[in-house]
C-alpha cells in the first residue's frame, strides 16, 4: 500500500478540473461533505445537497460551475462537468487494497500445456488445469480452482477461491470476486416417467471485456451454444444466470437478481436487486428494471418497468390481501351495478 | 477428452429409435435445429417447430413418427417417442467435461479411519475428516472440505469448493457443484430479554440417490432431526434449504430458491425460479409452483400455484400501486353504492 | 466429541430449574415431544401442545410451573420460566461438532507480522494475510483466505472456506458459516457515456460481538465509510448486506435478503426471508419484516410490515392478475357510478 496523498493540482490535472483555491492543498482521502474533515476531498453530487457546502471540513469539493458560488471561500474546488464520476476516477488512487506481487506461489499446481503470461500472480493453494492460458498481467488470488482450456485476458484478477469450470473464457480486465463460480452446469433435464434425466451441458460461458463478476455470483454453462456475457458488463453479488443467458454489453445487474436460462438481455441495461427473470424472454437495450420486479416476458421498448409492492404495515396489508383475493369478484359486482345504473339512465 | 463422434447407428440403437436415411452418417455433436450444421444431430421437441425442419443444416435429426413427413428427404431421423428426452440421453456421449484420474493427490489431506472405495480420485488441497467413508467411484473436486463422520455414496462427485460439514450423508451418483455448502448450522435461536440465544443444530443432513445440487446452493443441518433431500431431487444454484426440510422424491427446484425451516415438500414438485417457501408448512406431491411465488400456506392438492406479478412500465404501475393500496377503500366504496342500488330497487 | 450424557440434577442446576422427579434419571440426548424416547429430554413451548405430553416417551420434559399438571407423573419434569430458552441452553450440551484442537497446521501460510493469540486453530490450507490479528482461541477452518489488516476477536471461528477481504475487523465470538465472503467491493460505479466507471470502495466492515453469519452469506465492504453489523446480529444463510449498510445490535434475518446500499436498520429487528430492502432508506427499532416483503421506503415506527402476496391456484391467480392490472380503470368506473348515484340522491 503506497502512501496515498496526493497534492490538489495533481488530481486537477488527473480529472481535467478546474482549480480553485490552493493547488499545493495536499489530499489524503475521500470522503463524504458531511464526514469530511481536514485533508479530505469531497464531491457535490447534486445541486439540492449544497447546504452542506456550509458545514463541510473538507479542504477540497469538486463540483459543477454551477455550484460553484455556494461554495465557501475557504474551501479548494475542483471544478467539472461530471462531480459524481470525477470521485470514482479519483477512488482509484486512494485504493488500499494490498499491492499484489507478481509471482506463482510454490504451493500453486499448474497442469499440463499451461501458458502463462508476464507479470502474472498466482496465489497459494490454486490449481490450474490443463491448457490453462493466463494473460499478461492476470492476478489469480488464493485457493482458486481453474478446469482445463480456460483462457483469462490479461490483467484480468480472480480474488480468493474463484471456480471457473473448462473452457470458460474471461476478457481483459476482468474483475471475479470470491466465491463466484462459473462455468457450472446449466440446470437442464427432461423427465423420464417421473424421474429427471439429466442433460449434459454442452456450452460453454464467454465472458467480454471491464465485466466485474460480485462475490457468490453463479454464471452457469450453456447447453448447446454458450452462456454469453458481453463487455462491460457489471454484475453484483449473488447472482445467478441460467444456461444460455445473453447480458447485453454495459448492462449493470445489482444483487440477488435470479435469470433463468436462454434469456437474453439487451445492452445499457440497469436491473434493480432481487429481481427474477422467467426463461426463454428477451429484453430490449436501455431497459431499466427497479427492484424486486417480476419479469415475465419479453421487453420490446426500451424504459422503466416494476411489479414489486412496497411494505405496509402487516394488518393493512392483510386487509388489502383479502380484496386482492377477492378482485374478480369485486370486478363483477362492480359491472352488476354498471348494468344497473347505465339501463336506468 | 475422447474424440466424440459416433455414426448414426450407435445413437439409434443407444436410444432404441427407428433410424431413416445413412447409418454410416457420422454425428460430431448435438446443436438446435437453428443453429446446426453438418455433422450435427438436433431434434424436434415440438411439432409447432416445424418449420425449422425445412432450412436446418443438421445431418440428422430426432423426432417423432407423426413429424417424420415434415423434415427434408436429404436429412437423416431418428424416430422416437419423446425426442427431449431422446437428446438429454445422448447429450452425455457428446460431454466435454475433463476426464478425471482415480487416486489421491499427494496434497489431500485424510484424517483418521477414513475409508476409500476402489476408483476414488481425491483432488489437490481437499481435506477430509476423521471417519470419512468414501465409496466406489467418488470424486472429490480441489479444495472441497469434508468433516468427520461424512459418508458420499458410489460414483458420487463433488466439484471443487465444496464444504460438507460433519456427519452428513450423501448417496450415489449424487452430483454437487462448486461452492455448495451442506450442513451448515440451521438459522435457530431464542429470545433471551432481547438477546439471541443459539440453538445448537444437533441434527444432519441425509442425501438420497441421483441428486444434484446446484453451485453455492445451502442445505443446512436439522436442529433436532435431520434434514432430509430424497432421491432424485434435482436442485439448481443459490439455493437455500431450511433446517428440517424434507425435500421429497424427484422433485425439482430452479435457482435462488428460499426454503425456511421446517417445510416439507412432496414428490414429484417444480419449484419455480425465486420462490419462497415459509416455515412449518407441507406441500402435497405433484404441486408446481411458478416462479417468484410466496407459498406462505401448506398446499394439499397437486396442481399449479402461483402468486407472481409479471413487469408492467413503471408509472403504469405507480398508478396500479396506489389503487391497491387503497384497495380496501374501493371495495367498502362498492358496498356502499351496493347497498344504495339494491335498495332502491 | 465428548459423551454427551447428563443426570437430570445437572440440566436442572444448568438452567437454573425446579426438578420434579428421579434426579438421577440420565439424559443422552434432546427430542421433540412427538419423537422422543428414554433418555430424551423433551419440552412444551406452547400449552397449546400439551396433548403430546400424554404420549411421549421422552424421559423428562422441560416446561413452565402452569403445564406440570398436564405431564403424566411417572415423566420428570424441569420447569422453568420459558422452556424454548432452556432448550437453546441445554442445546450447547449435546453439540456433537468435532472438537477442534489449538494448533497451526503445518500448511497454513502466514503472513508477516501476524499477531496470533492463544489457543488458535489454524486449519490446513488457509492463507492469513499480513499484519493479521487472531485473538486468543480464535477458530480458523480450513482453506480459509484472510487478507491483510484483518482483526479476528476472542473464540470467533470461522468455518472451512470463508474469505475475509483486507482490513475487515470482526468481534468476539463471532460465528461464520462455510462460503461466507465478507469484505468484498460494494457495487458502485459511475456512469461514463454508458460506460461504468469503477468506484474503488475505500471502507471496510465492522463486525461486532456474537455475531453468527450464514452460509454463502456476502457482506461488502464501504464505498467511503464502513459497512457495520453490531453485536449480537444474527445472518441466516444467502444474505446479501450492500455496502455502507448498518445493522442495528440484536437484529436477526433470515435467510436470502437482500440488502442493497446505504441502508440502516435498527436494533433488535427480525427480517423475514427473501425480503429486499431498497437502498437509502432507514428502519427503525424493532420492525418486523415478514417474508419476501419488499421495503422500498424507510420505516419510522416499530410494528410488523409485510408485502408478500400467498401463492394461489394458478387459474384463480391468472384471473386476479388480470384485475389488478386494470385496476385504475376498476377505480374510475367505481368513480363514475359515485358521481350518477351521488348526484341522483
Not at 311 to 334: C, E, F, G, T, Y
Request: net charge neutral; aromatic share 6%.
Amino acid at each position: 500500500m503506497p502512501k496515498q496523498e496526493y497534492p490538489l493540482a495533481f488530481l486537477a490535472e488527473f480529472l481535467g478540473a478546474n482549480l480553485s483555491g490552493d493547488s499545493k492543498a495536499v489530499i489524503k482521502s475521500i470522503a463524504p461533505l458531511t464526514s469530511a474533515s481536514s485533508g479530505s476531498i469531497s464531491f457535490l453530487e447534486k445541486t439540492q445537497y449544497k447546504d452542506q457546502l456550509k458545514t463541510t471540513e473538507a479542504s477540497a469539493v469538486i463540483l459543477r460551475e454551477a455550484d460553484l458560488s455556494f461554495l465557501p471561500k475557504h474551501i479548494n474546488a475542483l471544478v467539472v462537468a461530471d462531480p459524481y464520476l470525477s470521485y470514482a476516477k479519483i477512488s482509484s488512487l486512494f485504493n488500499k487494497s494490498p499491492n499484489i506481487d507478481p509471482g506463482i506461489h510454490p504451493t500453486a499446481i499448474l497442469g499440463k500445456n499451461v501458458i502463462v503470461g508476464s507479470n502474472v500472480s498466482i496465489g497459494a493453494y490454486s490449481v490450474i488445469g490443463n491448457k490453462v492460458q493466463l494473460a499478461d498481467g492476470v492476478v489469480i488470488g488464493e485457493g482458486c480452482a481453474i478446469s482445463d482450456d480456460v483462457v483469462i485476458g490479461e490483467n484480468s484478477r480472480l480474488y480468493p477461491r474463484v471456480v471457473i469450470y473448462y473452457g470458460v473464457k474471461i476478457g481483459k480486465r476482468a474483475l471475479v470476486h470470491s466465491g463466484a463460480v462459473i462455468g457450472a452446469d446449466g440446470f437442464g433435464m427432461a423427465n423420464d416417467k417421473g424421474k429427471w434425466e439429466k442433460i449434459y451441458q454442452l456450452g460453454s460461458v464467454e465472458i467480454g471485456d471491464d465485466v466485474e463478476i460480485g462475490a457468490n455470483t453463479t454464471i452457469d454453462r450453456g447447453a448447446l451454444k454458450n452462456t454469453i456475457i458481453e463487455d462491460g458488463v457489471k454484475l453484483d453479488n449473488q447472482i445467478q444466470v441460467g444456461h444460455n443467458d445473453k447480458i447485453g454489453a454495459h448492462t449493470a445487474i445489482a444483487g440477488c437478481v435470479a435469470i433463468a436460462g436462454s434469456v437474453t438481455i439487451g445492452k445499457h441495461c440497469m436491473i434493480g436487486g432481487a429481481s427474477c427473470f422467467n426463461g426463454h424472454i428477451e429484453i430490449a437495450d436501455q431497459v431499466i428494471i427497479t427492484g424486486m420486479t417480476g419479469v415475465e416476458n419479453s421487453i420490446t421498448q426500451k424504459g422503466i418497468y416494476s411489479s414489486g409492492i412496497p411494505a405496509s404495515p402487516h394488518l393493512n396489508w392483510r386487509r388489502i390481501l383479502v380484496r386482492i383475493m377477492s378482485l374478480d369478484q369485486i370486478a363483477k359486482r362492480l359491472q352488476k351495478l354498471e348494468k344497473i345504473i347505465f339501463k336506468e339512465e
